[in-house]
């Protein structure tokens, strides 16, 4: 099995930043695509970015220019850096990852158990 743990939410003025991380363990052999997805009270879920092996990245339009992401293959790991925080980002924010298993050669997506961002004065 394949576990995303997420770290980093909390409260944070409008304006102020905030850094997410997700850590993949399991029996993992490569990981292809990560990304954070974040849904707030009443809406859907949303793409808010995504990044492949090679560093490929992909943005919302309404993150673009404020948060980035990142992440260390050697940790299995993914990064959401957010800057200038507004209220609107308020969200519980998921982590995903399509992940080949050793011994699975078809890639399976999993996904964290979220973490609330809540950006209010």
């Known amino acids: 099995q394949v576990q995303l743990v997420e770290s980093g939410g909390g409260l944070v003025q409008p304006g102020g930043s905030l850094r997410l991380s997700c850590a993949a363990s399991g029996s993992i052999l490569r990981i292809n695509f990560m990304g954070w997805y974040r849904q707030a009270p009443g809406k859907q879920r949303e793409l808010v970015a995504t990044?492949?092996?090679?560093?490929?990245?992909n943005y919302a339009d309404s993150v673009k220019e404020r948060f980035i992401i990142s992440r260390d293959n050697a940790k299995n790991t993914v990064y959401l850096q957010m800057n200038s925080l507004k209220p609107e980002d308020t969200a519980v924010y998921f982590c995903?990852?399509?992940?080949?298993?050793?011994?699975?050669?078809?890639?399976?997506?999993?996904w964290g158990q979220g973490t609330q961002v809540t950006v209010s004065s």
């Open positions: 995903n990852a399509e992940v080949t298993r050793v011994f699975f050669p078809r890639p399976a997506q999993y």
């Open positions: 990044i492949t092996s090679g560093e490929i990245t």
